[in-house]
């Protein structure tokens, strides 16, 4: 079963904006993952970030972690068509949980 | 190569017929992942390499599923019998550690049953 729950479920913008997509877990972690997957192919490792961590960045990824309300979250600023995909947050214990994803629709 | 390949991209099968998933993971990478992605769904874990040591099976739906790395390189999943209920994608991820570490997936095989 998935541990992660990904909110909103679907996300659609115009380019330049920003973009926040929460993630909610349920048990204790090592860390926690943010992938992303376009249409037909596999998922693409963006960021991860430590539980003893509780902000990350990455180009235009910024990545926050909240382990006392057991959530993240992963803001993209100023979005681009080409960002245009799923994103899913995976929680690290023994193996990775992957939630259900954020679809993001980039709009030219 | 330089990514995770896997083999075919595309199967379909009918109910009650035996397939076979390949999955080259990039070379050196001593961790390997089996996933099962349904439409709309994120990745659920199936199995887990160390090398050739299979750590972890505890995702595999059913004793028809079958998974075996014997030389720590190549993977092969193999499903029996299959059923209507086992179309989905299939991912093969591998990793250069441990599992918490981050993955390097392949495209997947999209496996319909009809």
Known sequence: SQQGEEDPQALSIQEGENATMNCSYKTSINNLQWYRQNSGRGLVHLILIRSNEREKHSGRLRVTLDTSKKSSSLLITASRAADTASYFCATASSTLTFGKGTMLLVSP | GAGVSQSPRYK??????????????????????????????????????????????????????????????????????????????????????????????GDGTRLSIL
Not at chain 2, 31 to 45: D, I, K, R, T
Not at chain 2, 58 to 73: C, H, I, K, T, V
Request: some cysteine.
């Open chain 2, 12 to 105: 379909v099968a009918k109910r009650g017929q035996d397939v076979a998933l390949r999955c080259d993971p990039i070379s050196g990478h001593v961790s390997l992942f089996w996933y099962q992605q349904a439409l709309g769904q994120g990745p659920e874990f199936l199995t887990y390499f160390q090398n050739e040591a299979q750590l972890d099976k505890s995702g595999l739906p059913s004793d028809r599923f079958f998974a075996e790395r014997p030389e720590g390189s190549v993977s092969t999943l193999k499903i029996q019998r299959t059923q209507q209920e086992d179309s989905a994608v299939y991912l093969c991820a591998s990793g250069s550690s441990n599992s918490n570490q981050p993955q390097h997936f």
